[in-house]
Protein backbone atom coordinates (compact mmCIF):
# COMPACT_ATOMS: atom_id res chain seq x y z
CA UNK A 1 0.00 0.00 0.00
CA UNK A 2 1.48 3.39 -1.08
CA UNK A 3 0.53 6.30 1.00
CA UNK A 4 1.58 9.83 -0.91
CA UNK A 5 1.74 12.47 1.77
CA UNK A 6 3.38 14.85 -1.03
CA UNK A 7 3.00 15.98 -3.98
CA UNK A 8 5.08 18.09 -6.80
CA UNK A 9 6.10 18.81 -10.32
CA UNK A 10 9.06 17.83 -12.22
CA UNK A 11 10.97 18.14 -15.76
CA UNK A 12 11.29 14.95 -17.73
CA UNK A 13 13.62 15.93 -19.86
CA UNK A 14 12.76 12.20 -21.86
CA UNK A 15 8.80 13.32 -21.99
CA UNK A 16 9.93 16.95 -22.78
CA UNK A 17 6.81 18.50 -20.14
CA UNK A 18 6.68 19.30 -16.44
CA UNK A 19 4.85 16.18 -15.04
CA UNK A 20 3.27 15.49 -11.67
CA UNK A 21 5.18 13.84 -8.79
CA UNK A 22 3.81 12.03 -5.79
CA UNK A 23 5.50 11.09 -3.20
CA UNK A 24 5.51 8.45 -0.20
CA UNK A 25 8.54 9.87 1.72
CA UNK A 26 10.64 12.84 2.33
CA UNK A 27 13.64 13.77 4.44
CA UNK A 28 16.69 15.83 4.26
CA UNK A 29 19.93 14.34 4.00
CA UNK A 30 23.48 15.35 2.85
CA UNK A 31 21.67 19.10 1.52
CA UNK A 32 19.16 17.35 -0.88
CA UNK A 33 15.46 16.39 -0.54
CA UNK A 34 15.79 12.77 -0.62
CA UNK A 35 12.96 9.80 -0.32
CA UNK A 36 10.65 7.51 -2.38
CA UNK A 37 8.76 9.02 -5.44
CA UNK A 38 6.30 8.22 -8.24
CA UNK A 39 5.52 9.81 -11.81
CA UNK A 40 1.45 9.72 -11.32
CA UNK A 41 0.94 12.18 -14.60
CA UNK A 42 -0.62 9.41 -16.42
CA UNK A 43 -1.15 6.79 -14.09
CA UNK A 44 -4.93 6.37 -14.69
CA UNK A 45 -6.09 9.68 -13.79
CA UNK A 46 -7.01 10.76 -16.84
CA UNK A 47 -5.95 14.08 -16.69
CA UNK A 48 -7.19 16.74 -19.65
CA UNK A 49 -3.41 17.03 -20.35
CA UNK A 50 -4.43 20.45 -22.11
CA UNK A 51 -0.90 21.75 -22.79
CA UNK A 52 0.14 18.12 -24.17
CA UNK A 53 -3.04 18.29 -27.02
CA UNK A 54 -2.38 22.13 -27.96
CA UNK A 55 1.44 21.03 -28.69
CA UNK A 56 -0.13 17.93 -30.74
CA UNK A 57 -2.29 20.08 -32.44
CA UNK A 58 -0.20 23.26 -33.57
CA UNK A 59 2.61 21.06 -34.03
CA UNK A 60 4.94 23.26 -36.32
CA UNK A 61 3.63 26.37 -35.38
CA UNK A 62 5.51 29.48 -34.70
CA UNK A 63 6.80 30.00 -31.26
CA UNK A 64 5.51 33.24 -31.72
CA UNK A 65 2.71 33.24 -32.38
CA UNK A 66 1.07 30.81 -29.57
CA UNK A 67 3.32 31.41 -27.21
CA UNK A 68 0.37 33.69 -25.28
CA UNK A 69 -1.78 31.34 -25.30
CA UNK A 70 0.26 28.00 -24.48
CA UNK A 71 1.52 29.73 -21.34
CA UNK A 72 -1.98 30.61 -20.53
CA UNK A 73 -2.74 26.57 -20.11
CA UNK A 74 -2.38 25.22 -16.36
CA UNK A 75 0.28 23.09 -15.47
CA UNK A 76 -0.49 19.87 -13.92
CA UNK A 77 -0.84 20.85 -10.35
CA UNK A 78 -2.93 22.93 -11.30
CA UNK A 79 -5.14 21.08 -13.58
CA UNK A 80 -5.16 18.22 -10.42
CA UNK A 81 -6.69 21.53 -8.63
CA UNK A 82 -9.17 22.40 -10.85
CA UNK A 83 -10.35 19.02 -11.79
CA UNK A 84 -10.80 18.15 -7.58
CA UNK A 85 -12.54 21.24 -7.34
CA UNK A 86 -15.45 20.65 -10.24
CA UNK A 87 -16.14 17.66 -8.45
CA UNK A 88 -17.81 19.00 -5.42
CA UNK A 89 -15.18 21.13 -4.56
CA UNK A 90 -13.48 18.68 -2.81
CA UNK A 91 -9.72 18.98 -1.60
CA UNK A 92 -6.70 17.55 -3.21
CA UNK A 93 -5.85 16.05 0.15
CA UNK A 94 -9.11 14.17 0.58
CA UNK A 95 -9.27 13.63 -3.42
CA UNK A 96 -5.33 12.01 -3.77
CA UNK A 97 -6.37 8.97 -1.23
CA UNK A 98 -8.51 7.61 -4.09
CA UNK A 99 -6.89 8.61 -7.07
CA UNK A 100 -3.28 9.93 -6.62
CA UNK A 101 -2.07 6.84 -4.42
CA UNK A 102 -3.83 4.18 -7.54
CA UNK A 103 -1.95 6.05 -9.34
CA UNK A 104 1.35 5.70 -7.79
CA UNK A 105 0.86 1.93 -7.75
CA UNK A 106 0.84 2.14 -11.21
CA UNK A 107 4.15 4.17 -11.91
CA UNK A 108 7.72 2.98 -11.45
CA UNK A 109 9.86 5.22 -8.35
CA UNK A 110 11.62 7.85 -8.57
CA UNK A 111 14.70 8.46 -7.01
CA UNK A 112 13.56 11.94 -5.21
CA UNK A 113 17.15 13.05 -4.71
CA UNK A 114 18.17 12.58 -8.29
CA UNK A 115 15.42 15.44 -8.65
CA UNK A 116 16.82 18.08 -6.92
CA UNK A 117 18.95 19.26 -9.14
CA UNK A 118 19.55 22.48 -10.91
CA UNK A 119 17.17 22.78 -14.17
CA UNK A 120 18.56 22.02 -17.36
CA UNK A 121 16.64 21.08 -20.42
CA UNK A 122 18.38 17.89 -20.72
CA UNK A 123 18.19 17.17 -16.70
CA UNK A 124 15.10 15.37 -14.90
CA UNK A 125 14.51 18.33 -11.94
CA UNK A 126 12.13 19.39 -9.79
CA UNK A 127 10.20 22.40 -10.68
CA UNK A 128 7.72 24.33 -8.58
CA UNK A 129 5.34 22.42 -7.34
CA UNK A 130 2.41 24.72 -8.52
CA UNK A 131 2.62 27.44 -10.78
CA UNK A 132 -0.93 28.90 -9.86
CA UNK A 133 -2.61 31.64 -11.74
CA UNK A 134 -2.42 33.85 -9.04
CA UNK A 135 -0.34 33.91 -5.78
CA UNK A 136 -1.01 36.42 -2.84
CA UNK A 137 0.71 37.38 0.70
CA UNK A 138 -0.25 38.63 3.96
CA UNK A 139 2.46 40.40 5.28
CA UNK A 140 3.07 41.40 8.91
CA UNK A 141 1.61 38.47 10.65
CA UNK A 142 4.44 37.73 13.21
CA UNK A 143 5.36 40.57 15.82
CA UNK A 144 9.12 40.16 14.60
CA UNK A 145 8.19 41.29 11.07
CA UNK A 146 6.62 44.72 12.56
CA UNK A 147 9.08 45.47 14.56
CA UNK A 148 11.90 44.94 12.23
CA UNK A 149 10.44 47.16 9.58
CA UNK A 150 9.30 49.77 11.89
CA UNK A 151 13.24 49.62 13.67
CA UNK A 152 13.94 49.97 9.65
CA UNK A 153 12.57 53.52 9.45
CA UNK A 154 9.43 52.92 8.29
CA UNK A 155 5.94 54.36 9.48
CA UNK A 156 3.98 52.91 12.01
CA UNK A 157 1.63 51.32 9.47
CA UNK A 158 3.09 47.95 10.56
CA UNK A 159 2.57 47.83 14.33
CA UNK A 160 -1.10 48.96 13.30
CA UNK A 161 -1.92 46.13 11.25
CA UNK A 162 -0.49 43.44 13.07
CA UNK A 163 -2.46 44.76 16.18
CA UNK A 164 -5.28 45.19 14.19
CA UNK A 165 -5.40 41.74 13.10
CA UNK A 166 -4.15 39.83 16.18
CA UNK A 167 -6.14 42.08 18.86
CA UNK A 168 -9.23 42.54 16.53
CA UNK A 169 -9.53 40.02 14.14
CA UNK A 170 -9.73 42.88 11.47
CA UNK A 171 -8.48 43.29 7.90
CA UNK A 172 -4.74 41.92 7.31
CA UNK A 173 -2.27 43.13 4.71
CA UNK A 174 -2.46 41.74 1.12
CA UNK A 175 -0.82 41.70 -1.57
CA UNK A 176 -0.52 40.50 -4.88
CA UNK A 177 2.63 38.43 -5.68
CA UNK A 178 2.24 36.22 -8.80
CA UNK A 179 0.02 36.18 -12.20
CA UNK A 180 2.36 34.24 -14.94
CA UNK A 181 5.13 31.75 -14.73
CA UNK A 182 7.93 34.40 -14.95
CA UNK A 183 7.23 35.37 -11.06
CA UNK A 184 7.43 31.83 -9.96
CA UNK A 185 11.02 29.79 -8.91
CA UNK A 186 11.44 26.71 -8.41
CA UNK A 187 13.58 24.43 -6.58
CA UNK A 188 17.47 25.56 -7.27
CA UNK A 189 16.43 28.32 -8.85
CA UNK A 190 17.05 31.94 -8.68
CA UNK A 191 15.23 34.60 -7.07
CA UNK A 192 15.24 38.00 -8.71
CA UNK A 193 17.29 40.87 -7.81
CA UNK A 194 16.05 44.40 -8.69
CA UNK A 195 18.84 46.59 -10.86
CA UNK A 196 17.02 49.97 -9.39
CA UNK A 197 17.83 52.46 -6.56
CA UNK A 198 16.27 54.55 -4.46
CA UNK A 199 15.27 58.22 -4.75
CA UNK A 200 17.97 60.94 -4.14
CA UNK A 201 15.84 62.93 -1.79
CA UNK A 202 14.65 61.95 0.90
CA UNK A 203 10.98 63.21 2.40
CA UNK A 204 12.16 66.44 3.88
CA UNK A 205 13.55 67.15 0.40
CA UNK A 206 17.12 66.56 1.99
CA UNK A 207 19.77 64.92 -0.56
CA UNK A 208 20.66 61.53 0.21
CA UNK A 209 23.02 58.93 -1.89
CA UNK A 210 20.80 56.25 -3.72
CA UNK A 211 21.16 52.92 -2.82
CA UNK A 212 20.78 49.91 -4.57
CA UNK A 213 17.51 48.29 -4.31
CA UNK A 214 18.10 44.82 -5.31
CA UNK A 215 16.06 42.38 -3.07
CA UNK A 216 16.23 40.40 0.58
CA UNK A 217 14.44 37.48 1.30
CA UNK A 218 11.44 36.89 3.52
CA UNK A 219 11.44 32.71 4.28
CA UNK A 220 7.82 31.67 4.66
CA UNK A 221 5.15 28.85 4.67
CA UNK A 222 2.61 29.23 1.66
CA UNK A 223 -0.62 27.72 1.65
CA UNK A 224 -2.43 25.97 -1.39
CA UNK A 225 -6.19 26.62 -1.40
CA UNK A 226 -9.73 25.31 -3.50
CA UNK A 227 -11.60 28.06 -4.99
CA UNK A 228 -13.76 27.71 -1.22
CA UNK A 229 -10.72 29.10 0.52
CA UNK A 230 -9.81 25.62 1.85
CA UNK A 231 -6.57 24.40 2.21
CA UNK A 232 -5.14 21.33 0.96
CA UNK A 233 -1.35 21.63 0.75
CA UNK A 234 1.37 24.06 1.92
CA UNK A 235 4.70 24.27 1.04
CA UNK A 236 7.58 26.82 1.60
CA UNK A 237 7.90 29.77 -0.13
CA UNK A 238 10.08 32.88 -0.33
CA UNK A 239 8.41 36.27 -1.09
CA UNK A 240 11.63 38.08 -2.25
CA UNK A 241 11.06 41.87 -1.42
CA UNK A 242 12.55 44.91 -2.28
CA UNK A 243 12.35 46.13 0.89
CA UNK A 244 14.69 49.31 0.54
CA UNK A 245 12.35 50.91 -1.54
CA UNK A 246 8.83 49.42 0.65
CA UNK A 247 10.79 51.79 3.77
CA UNK A 248 11.14 54.80 1.43
CA UNK A 249 7.45 55.00 0.60
CA UNK A 250 4.52 52.63 1.14
CA UNK A 251 3.49 53.63 -2.01
CA UNK A 252 6.55 51.58 -3.34
CA UNK A 253 5.05 48.72 -2.19
CA UNK A 254 4.03 47.08 -4.87
CA UNK A 255 6.92 47.65 -6.90
CA UNK A 256 8.58 46.04 -4.21
CA UNK A 257 6.50 43.06 -4.19
CA UNK A 258 5.84 41.70 -7.76
CA UNK A 259 8.70 41.90 -10.62
CA UNK A 260 10.09 39.00 -12.32
CA UNK A 261 11.70 36.07 -9.61
CA UNK A 262 9.44 37.16 -6.85
CA UNK A 263 8.53 33.88 -5.42
CA UNK A 264 9.83 31.33 -4.83
CA UNK A 265 7.98 27.67 -3.98
CA UNK A 266 9.03 24.39 -3.48
CA UNK A 267 10.19 21.81 -3.05
CA UNK A 268 6.57 19.37 -2.37
CA UNK A 269 3.72 20.56 -1.38
CA UNK A 270 2.50 18.71 1.80
CA UNK A 271 -1.12 17.34 1.52
CA UNK A 272 -2.76 18.60 4.83
CA UNK A 273 -6.18 19.77 5.37
CA UNK A 274 -5.23 21.67 9.07
CA UNK A 275 -6.94 25.24 7.68
CA UNK A 276 -5.83 26.97 11.53
CA UNK A 277 -2.17 26.51 11.46
CA UNK A 278 0.25 23.53 10.70
CA UNK A 279 2.66 24.64 13.46
CA UNK A 280 5.57 23.52 11.34
CA UNK A 281 9.41 24.32 12.06
CA UNK A 282 11.20 26.79 9.53
CA UNK A 283 14.98 27.53 9.57
CA UNK A 284 16.65 29.98 6.59
CA UNK A 285 19.78 30.43 6.10
CA UNK A 286 22.09 32.25 3.40
CA UNK A 287 25.42 31.47 2.27
CA UNK A 288 27.76 33.44 0.55
CA UNK A 289 29.17 32.23 -3.02
CA UNK A 290 32.38 30.42 -0.86
CA UNK A 291 29.71 28.04 1.22
CA UNK A 292 30.17 29.88 4.56
CA UNK A 293 27.18 30.76 6.43
CA UNK A 294 26.35 34.71 6.42
CA UNK A 295 22.54 34.37 8.05
CA UNK A 296 20.50 31.36 10.21
CA UNK A 297 17.56 31.76 12.34
CA UNK A 298 14.89 29.32 13.13
CA UNK A 299 10.87 30.14 13.76
CA UNK A 300 7.68 27.96 13.77
CA UNK A 301 4.31 29.10 12.10
CA UNK A 302 2.79 28.43 15.20
CA UNK A 303 3.52 32.40 15.52
CA UNK A 304 1.11 33.60 13.02
CA UNK A 305 -1.04 36.05 14.67
CA UNK A 306 -4.42 34.66 13.35
CA UNK A 307 -5.76 30.99 12.15
CA UNK A 308 -4.80 30.70 8.44
CA UNK A 309 -8.54 30.01 7.12
CA UNK A 310 -9.14 33.69 9.07
CA UNK A 311 -6.92 35.37 7.15
CA UNK A 312 -7.55 33.20 3.96
CA UNK A 313 -11.31 34.24 4.24
CA UNK A 314 -10.48 37.98 4.15
CA UNK A 315 -9.38 37.82 0.66
CA UNK A 316 -12.60 35.37 -0.28
CA UNK A 317 -14.55 38.71 1.20
CA UNK A 318 -13.75 40.13 -1.63
CA UNK A 319 -11.89 38.05 -4.43
CA UNK A 320 -13.17 35.14 -6.54
CA UNK A 321 -10.39 32.36 -5.48
CA UNK A 322 -8.98 30.41 -8.20
CA UNK A 323 -8.16 26.76 -7.34
CA UNK A 324 -4.28 25.78 -6.78
CA UNK A 325 -4.59 29.35 -5.57
CA UNK A 326 -1.43 30.12 -3.37
CA UNK A 327 -1.35 32.16 -0.25
CA UNK A 328 2.01 33.30 1.68
CA UNK A 329 1.57 33.93 5.02
CA UNK A 330 4.34 36.41 6.45
CA UNK A 331 8.13 35.58 7.64
CA UNK A 332 8.94 35.55 10.71
CA UNK A 333 12.90 35.71 9.80
CA UNK A 334 14.60 39.07 9.08
CA UNK A 335 17.85 39.20 7.67
CA UNK A 336 20.22 42.15 9.06
CA UNK A 337 23.64 43.62 8.12
CA UNK A 338 25.50 41.74 4.89
CA UNK A 339 22.59 39.31 4.64
CA UNK A 340 19.81 42.32 4.27
CA UNK A 341 20.10 42.55 0.67
CA UNK A 342 21.73 39.97 -1.26
CA UNK A 343 24.13 39.62 -4.21
CA UNK A 344 24.63 37.61 -7.09
CA UNK A 345 26.23 34.39 -6.28
CA UNK A 346 24.55 33.96 -2.46
CA UNK A 347 22.26 31.07 -1.96
CA UNK A 348 19.42 30.65 0.00
CA UNK A 349 17.98 27.57 2.06
CA UNK A 350 14.65 27.55 3.60
CA UNK A 351 14.17 24.22 5.42
CA UNK A 352 11.10 22.32 7.28
CA UNK A 353 11.64 18.77 8.25
CA UNK A 354 7.33 18.31 7.13
CA UNK A 355 7.96 20.10 3.68
CA UNK A 356 11.89 19.41 2.50
CA UNK A 357 14.34 21.39 1.87
CA UNK A 358 13.83 24.55 -0.59
CA UNK A 359 17.30 25.90 -1.86
CA UNK A 360 17.71 28.64 -4.75
CA UNK A 361 20.53 31.30 -5.84
CA UNK A 362 19.85 34.89 -7.07
CA UNK A 363 20.03 36.86 -9.98
CA UNK A 364 19.62 39.95 -11.55
CA UNK A 365 16.33 40.89 -13.21
CA UNK A 366 17.37 40.99 -16.62
CA UNK A 367 16.16 44.71 -18.80
CA UNK A 368 14.01 44.05 -21.15
CA UNK A 369 15.40 43.19 -24.68
CA UNK A 370 18.78 42.56 -22.78
CA UNK A 371 21.05 39.50 -24.27
CA UNK A 372 21.72 36.41 -22.47
CA UNK A 373 20.27 33.62 -20.58
CA UNK A 374 16.88 34.03 -19.20
CA UNK A 375 16.48 34.61 -14.78
CA UNK A 376 15.43 31.01 -15.22
CA UNK A 377 13.34 28.16 -17.62
CA UNK A 378 10.63 28.99 -19.47
CA UNK A 379 9.30 25.57 -19.39
CA UNK A 380 6.45 26.79 -22.02
CA UNK A 381 8.98 27.03 -25.15
CA UNK A 382 10.72 24.02 -23.58
CA UNK A 383 8.21 22.08 -23.86
CA UNK A 384 6.75 23.48 -26.75
CA UNK A 385 9.85 23.46 -29.00
CA UNK A 386 11.37 19.95 -28.80
Known amino acids: MITLTHLGQYWSARHREV ?9 VEGGRNQGVAYDVTDGGMLLPRFRRRFREQHAGADWDLVCWT ?43 GSLDVPPGPETDHLVAPIIPRRALAFGVT ?31 EL ?6 AEHF ?10 WDSTNSVDRSGKPVDPQVVGAGIEPELAAVVSSSGRIWGYTLANDVSGNRIENESLLYLAQAKLFTGCL ?36 TTSRINAPLSTLIGWAKSHLVIHPGEVFSTGTDMVPDGEAKVLL ?43
Open 70 to 112: YRSLPTPMVEVAEIVDAALNRTVAGWGINFLQLAARRSKPVDL
Open 175 to 180: FLKGTS
Open 264 to 299: VLGPLLLLSEEDENPGLDLTARILREDGSVLFEKSS
Open 344 to 386: PGMRVEIESPAIGLLRHGAAQVPEPGAEGPALNPDYSQWEFER
Open 19 to 27: RLLGCSEVR
Open 142 to 172: YLNSALEREAEGAHGDYGYVYRAVKDRAERP
Open 185 to 194: VGPNGRMGLR
